[in-house]
Each structure stands twice: as structure tokens, then as C-alpha cells.
């Protein structure tokens, strides 16, 4: 069955700390996959995505994803937290190829700050 | 350019009446899927229209339909409201391409008493 798990519900750094969220995702192929960012009370804003090729991806407000096939992974890293990064963040996995872009989602990262 | 917008912002419904969400895709933008949020939960897949067809569909029932209208713009339509189905609706504008990039309006937090 496919399935995106992030096995940290929540998680806690100062502000200038490294950040590094986990995704693992189970899909019959190689899948395109994506990390999302989610205010308090907002819709969803794409942070990166990764559909082929190098397996560092950059993304907007400073983080980076790594994909690593051998352990079906998409870890989203970020080296320095700025207090506007808390919010929650969701990995999340499409279909590669065909006609359809269904995604399925983790249940999410929520990440505090601290200052 | 307009993102991805949805109304109404909120709603508040009773069990068993019937409610109607709206979404207006991003300029250019042909596809429209439709996403529930649960609190506390990651969105799940409702389904998803193109060319005014109903594409593909998620693990939903019956009570649950939409349409697309002939300017890409989508209503979601739940029947018979049950307290479960409290949520935010999310709805995803993208071309029809498997990979491409899906933009999420705000969503439309429904709250079934």
C-alpha cells in the first residue's frame, strides 16, 4: 500500500539550530515527492519537490530535501531556524507517470521554536 | 495572479443537512482536486476533476460528490453531514500532469454540530 510516515509528530529547536524533519514513503515506483508548509489555520504552501535527477532539491525559504532511494527516504533539512519557520510540515508522495497527480500525505511535523 | 481561492471561509452545519464548498483554480489551471483535513491529521485524498469528469477518486462514500464547471471552477457537495465529517476542505488547483505542482487554496473549515 502506498503511504508517507513521519515518524516525528513533534518537534522542538532553537532558533538558529540545524533543523532536520524525517519522511519514509512506501510506493510501488519511484514517486515524485513533495514537502509542504501549513500556518496556523492556512492552506498549503509548496517548500520543494523532487521528480528526478540530482537528489539534493533546493526549496524556497532556505531548506533542502534529500532524496535516498536505498532507504525510501525525503528528509527536508534546513541548517539555520528562523522563528517564522514554525508551522506544520507534510511530506507527501505522487504518482510517477500516467495521468493523474493524487497525492498522499504524512500526518505531519509540527515544529516549535524557541528562542 | 489570483492563487487558488475557496469560499465560504468557514461554516457551521447540523447532522443530515447538506452542505456546498466552492473553489476557483489558479489562472491556467485546468485540474481541481479536493482534500479533507482532519484536525490534527494530514489532508486525504477526496477526488479530483478534469475536463469536468470526476478523474479519480479517494476512499470516500457517496455522500461526498463535486462538479466542474466549463471554467475549471469546482464545488464540493457532502449530503447527509455527520459529525465526522467536521474538517478543513482543502482544494488543489494543477494541469493535468502526473507530477505537476498542486496549489492549495485556504480551505473551508466545516463544523458539524
Known amino acids: 500500500a502506498q503511504s508517507v510516515t513521519q515518524p516525528d509528530i513533534h518537534i522542538t529547536v532553537s532558533e538558529g539550530a540545524s533543523l532536520e524533519l524525517r519522511c519514509n514513503y512506501s510506493?510501488?515506483?519511484?514517486?515524485?515527492l513533495f514537502w509542504y508548509v501549513q500556518s496556523p489555520g492556512q492552506g498549503l504552501q509548496l517548500l520543494l519537490k523532487y521528480f528526478s535527477g540530482d537528489t539534493l532539491v533546493q526549496g524556497i525559504k532556505g531548506f533542502e530535501a534529500e532524496f535516498k532511494r536505498s532507504q525510501s527516504s525525503f528528509n527536508l533539512r534546513k541548517p539555520s531556524v528562523h522563528w517564522s519557520d514554525a508551522a506544520e510540515y507534510f511530506c507527501a508522495v505522487g504518482p510517477y507517470g500516467g495521468a493523474t497527480n493524487k497525492l498522499i500525505f504524512g500526518t505531519g511535523t509540527l515544529l516549535a521554536v524557541q528562542p | 495572479d489570483a492563487g487558488v481561492t475557496q469560499s465560504p471561509t468557514h461554516l457551521i452545519k447540523t447532522r443530515g443537512q447538506q452542505v456546498t464548498l466552492r473553489c476557483s483554480p489558479k489562472?491556467?489551471?485546468?485540474?481541481v482536486s479536493w482534500y479533507q483535513q482532519a484536525l490534527g491529521q494530514g489532508p486525504q485524498f477526496i477526488f479530483q476533476?478534469?475536463?469536468?469528469?470526476?478523474?479519480q477518486r479517494g476512499n470516500f462514500p457517496d455522500r461526498f460528490s463535486g462538479h466542474q464547471f466549463p471554467n475549471y471552477s469546482s464545488e464540493l457537495n457532502v449530503n447527509a453531514l455527520l459529525l465526522g465529517d467536521s474538517a478543513l476542505y482543502l482544494c488543489?488547483?494543477?494541469?493535468?500532469?502526473?507530477?505537476?505542482?498542486?496549489?492549495f487554496g485556504p480551505g473551508t473549515r466545516l463544523l458539524v454540530l
Open positions: 510506493y510501488g515506483a519511484t514517486p515524485y
Open positions: 488543489a488547483s494543477s494541469l493535468w500532469l502526473a507530477g505537476e505542482t498542486q496549489y
Open positions: 476533476y478534469y475536463e469536468e469528469e470526476e478523474r
Open positions: 489562472s491556467g489551471h485546468d485540474t
